[in-house]
């Protein structure tokens, strides 16, 4: 068998075997040479067996991606009533309908710097946890998999580009954090996704780059996460975007304030309509449920 680049791993659900294979290892490995002990090693890491990552399930398959099919199968794309521009849900007397369509409180007062935003499914449990694996244990066939996410994410955003090409553009990291990561995750996802999209219509263009460290975006509030990311962000070659529509690409959309921020960006520099798409959003109305208490959550369905 080939074995292709990245980590192969394979899995057996017998404990006995996965203890002798570690007891074997041990016995092997101290006496080899430097040499042998880097294939005795790789060889090792292909055949000996490994656990889901998400849930600890040993795996049955040769994989590059250590996440078991039945982890996989459960991560879902939102479903039920979502506003029509920001994506976020909206039920019940919190829909306010404009212009034929579904739109949350929030985009019925200010319109955002982008046309419509697309997500495949909520940040939490697998989805947060795959996304975890990609940025910060360095897995990156997690890539492949939200890229194929994306894809059908965006789906429903096909109708509404014109016939011409769609730069694809992935929102930047920092110079410094890009070094230390070892790659920017929504480059990756972006080219991913190019690979899953039947259409062809849309090309990588990584135009944007962030011209400054900005700091965590977590516990601020909305005008301080604006204020954050004000001027943070550059178009590199404006003749890209000018009098086109665009694609962002994200792997998270939380607040929306990170491709507000890129989307008004690149309108300045031409850009005719910024679409964006994300594999994950942050669900603001069911974030607040989960943290109601019965009582509470009790109350406001009697409500509603």
């Known amino acids: ?25 041990g016995s092997l490995v101290p006496p080899l040479t430097s040499g042998m002990h880097g294939l005795a090693v790789a060889l090792f890491t292909t055949l000996f067996p490994s656990d889901c990552r998400l849930c600890g399930s040993p795996l049955v398959n040769i994989s590059r991606l250590p996440v078991c099919e039945e982890c996989l199968s459960s991560i879902r794309p939102i479903g039920g009533g979502l506003c029509g521009i920001c994506g976020e849900r909206v039920m019940g007397p919190f829909a306010l309908f404009a212009e034929g369509e579904v739109r949350c409180g929030l985009c019925r ?9 697309a997500a495949y499914g909520s940040y939490e449990s697998g989805l947060r946890e795959l996304i975890h694996l990609l940025k910060y244990d360095g897995v990156r066939p997690a890539a492949n ?25 992935p929102v930047p990291l920092y110079t410094r954090k890009r070094h230390q990561r ?14 899953h999209d039947a259409s062809g219509r849309f090309e990588f263009s990584p135009v ?28 590199t070659a404006p003749e ?29 520099a031409g850009a005719g309509k910024v679409y964006v798409a994300t594999v994950a959003r942050t669900l603001k109305l069911e974030a607040q449920g989960a943290r109601l208490q ?5 109350t406001m369905a009697a409500a509603s």
């Open 109 to 117: 007062r200010t319109q955002p710097p982008y046309a419509k935003a």
């Open 208 to 235: 944007l780059e962030r011209t400054r460290e900005t700091q965590s975006q977590i516990g601020l509030s909305r005008h301080q996460r604006r204020e954050n990311l004000r001027g943070a962000f550059a178009v």
């Open 240 to 268: 890209a975007v000018c009098g086109r529509e665009v694609l962002l690409v994200d792997d998270v959309f939380t607040t929306g304030t990170t491709v507000s921020e890129c989307a008004r960006v690149l309108r300045r």
């Open 145 to 169: 998999v939200l890229g194929r996410m994306l894809a059908e994410a965006i789906v429903p955003l096909q109708s509404l580009f014109a016939d011409d090409a769609v730069p694809a553009i």
């Open 1 to 25: 068998m080939a074995l292709g680049r990245g980590r192969l791993v394979f899995s057996s659900s017998k404990g006995s075997t996965r203890s002798a294979l570690r007891t074997l290892q």
């Open 182 to 195: 070892g790659f920017n995750q929504a480059d990756l996802i972006a080219r991913a996704f190019l690979k």
């Open 294 to 298: 019965p009582s509470a959550a009790m």
